[in-house]
């Protein structure tokens, strides 16, 4: 393994100043240490595409930029690296994580095919890429090949593997605990609740015919430990987008509730999709957002979450019903029927305590197809 310490202070010294990106857990010692180097700057953007458009910046401003995310994400960010830092000539240097590497560490099935195609997609981009290696005595010899990268105005990637890089595993990033608006500041009374009390709550005051999606992450796989249900779809991958994924379902099945599970870190990296939502106004949609603060299942590093008003944030959307849940209570009372409205339900929870949820029993494909048969089976 290398060092995350050693690894920066040679980025560094060959001019990296700015890093911006996302968590993944084979990236959490690295990130833990750049923000804890006050040195370095450190944005923990909403998608990897904001990455790209933050380090390409801060070049143009004198300071090389590195970017940091899990390949899954890769495809965010083909747009601003196809038509921003090669339109305009700008160097980065990209560490993106290798999660389903072919004949790697198994692995979630939502990395598969981006695992396998995570190469030649860098290739087909134009952007020179070797392994980040895990011997510190090869790490100058990659450096070089980096600096020329950014000399000749091209970015260039690093694919990290697992346990390449070592250090501090524990959370780093402590973000805002107030709005940092004047004019909507957010409301922190009350305790976060525990979340999977919120999930039991939601799932008890659920009709027989609502249809539930569930972001990815832990709150899928916690909903399924709970109590598996074939009306219930969690979702893998595709982060951000399970309010839109519910708005094409609710428009397609209009007398149906459909209730989405969605998370801070999850709803800001899509925050459009709250203006599509709103404008669309599917009266049978429920959008509730369990705000912890932090992206849990990628090592519980934290949002920005808590310096956005995110209620006003769906109000100012076009979301007719918006509504703070600061108890189980509160949150029952928020589910029962009322007249059909669009609705969004904003409720703190804590991280997760344990940290251990089992894997889902069925594949993704077995869970969409009984979602669908229930669908069928299930008249609204």
Known sequence: MIEARVLTEKLASIGFGVFAGLPCSYLTPLINTVIADPDID?????????????????????????????????GNAVSPL???????????????TWRGQPGGPADEPQHGLMG???????????????????????????????????????PY?????????AGDASPGHHAANASRSPHTPVPRDGVPLDPDDVLRTIQ????????????????????????????????????GCASSLGLGLAKAQPSRRVVVLDGDGAL????????????????????????????????????????????????????????????LAELSEALESGPPELTFLHVRTLPRADRKLPRPKLAPPQVAERFRTWLADQPA
Do not use: C
């Not at 990637?157 to 890089?165: C, N, P, R, T, W």
């Not at 008003?309 to 007719?320: C, T």
């Open 82 to 96: 196809t038509s921003l830092t090669a339109t305009f000539r700008i160097p980065l240097l990209v560490l993106v």
């Open 204 to 239: 008890s005051g659920l009709a027989e015919r609502d249809a539930v999606l569930a972001t990815t992450g832990f709150t899928g796989r916690a909903l399924e430990a709970l109590d598996d249900r074939p009306s219930q779809l969690y979702m893998v991958g595709s982060m």
């Open 268 to 327: 800001l990296m899509r925050m459009g999709a709250l203006a599509t939502i709103g404008f669309e106004q599917p009266p049978n949609l429920l959008h509730i957002v369990l705000d912890n603060g932090v992206h849990d299942s990628t090592g519980a590093q934290a949002t920005v979450s808590p310096s956005v008003d995110l209620p006003g944030l769906a109000h100012a959307s076009g979301y007719p019903r918006v509504h703070s849940v600061g108890s």
């Open 116 to 154: 396998s195609i995570t190469p030649q997609l860098l290739e087909l981009m134009e952007i020179p890429w070797e392994t980040l290696p895990s011997e510190e005595s090869r790490l100058d010899e990659v450096l070089a090949r980096v600096a020329a990268a950014m000399r000749e105005g091209r």
């Open 157 to 165: 990637a690093l694919i990290v593997e697992k346990g390449s890089i």
């Open 42 to 74: 450190y944005v923990g953007v909403a998608n990897e595409g904001d990455a790209v458009a933050v380090a390409s910046g801060a070049a143009l401003g004198g300071k090389l930029g590195v970017v940091l995310f899990q390949n899954s994400g890769l």
